[in-house]
Structures are given as structure tokens and as C-alpha cells.
């Protein structure tokens, strides 16, 4: 049974950083694709980013593009999102996500294509 467990959320002003973490365990991390999702209170959840299993290929959602990068450590089975920049509008819960394709060429954006899934972690965004 694969676990994630994201950590990193909080309250933070309008302009400020933080950086998520999602430390996964139970199959082989390093062949598998990761994303990060979030949910705002009465919204659907929306994809944010998604890194491929080495790390070479990357994408990211329009509204994050270049204040967002996600990466990955595949000696400490941890995804990172770091954060920066962030607005208001960023406020939600981000769940981090595990592909269900091994060695999948290009990371997935669809939830759907996501088996495995955290628990979620507040980001708020003051203004």
C-alpha cells in the first residue's frame, strides 16, 4: 500500500514562500511520475504541477507558472513544491499525488491518471 504524507502548509502574507513536501513510501518511488493538486472550498480539485519519474520533464499549471517549481529527491522518496510568490487566490488545500504508470514519458495532468493520493495540507494565503 503506497502512503503519502505531505507537510509544509500554513498561514503565510500575500508575496511570501513556502515549500510543500510529500515523503512516500510502500513501492518504488523513483519510477513513478508525482503531482501536486489543490482544492479551494467549493471548487473542483485542479492540477498544479507534475514531475516525471527522473525529474527531467516538468510541468505546471498557467495560474503558477514561474512562481512554482516542483521537484523531486529520489534517494529520500520526497516530492517538493516550493512556492513562491503566492497570492490569495492560491489558498486551498494541495494534496500530492502518485502516478499509476510506471516510467510514464510525460507526467500526467488528470487526476484520473493519480491512484495514490495524501491527506491534503492547508496553504492559506493572507492579503
Known amino acids: 500500500q503506497v502512503q503519502l504524507v505531505e507537510s509544509g502548509g500554513g498561514l503565510v502574507q500575500a508575496g511570501g514562500s513556502l515549500r510543500l513536501s510529500c515523503a512516500a513510501s510502500g513501492r518504488a518511488f523513483s519510477i513513478y511520475a508525482m503531482g501536486w493538486f489543490r482544492q479551494a472550498p467549493g471548487k473542483e480539485r485542479e492540477f498544479v504541477a507534475a514531475?516525471?519519474?527522473?525529474?527531467?520533464?516538468?510541468y505546471y499549471a498557467d495560474s503558477v507558472k514561474g512562481r512554482f517549481t516542483i521537484s523531486r529527491d529520489n534517494a529520500k522518496n520526497t516530492v517538493y513544491l516550493q512556492m513562491n510568490s503566492l497570492k490569495p487566490e492560491d489558498t486551498a488545500v494541495y494534496y500530492c499525488?502518485?502516478?499509476?504508470?510506471?516510467?510514464?514519458?510525460?507526467?500526467?495532468?488528470?487526476?484520473?491518471?493519480?491512484?495514490?493520493w495524501g491527506q491534503g495540507t492547508q496553504v492559506t494565503v493572507s492579503s
Open positions: 514531475i516525471s519519474w527522473s525529474g527531467a520533464r516538468t
Open positions: 499525488a502518485a502516478d499509476n504508470v510506471r516510467y510514464r514519458y510525460y507526467p500526467a495532468q488528470a487526476h484520473g491518471e493519480y491512484d495514490y
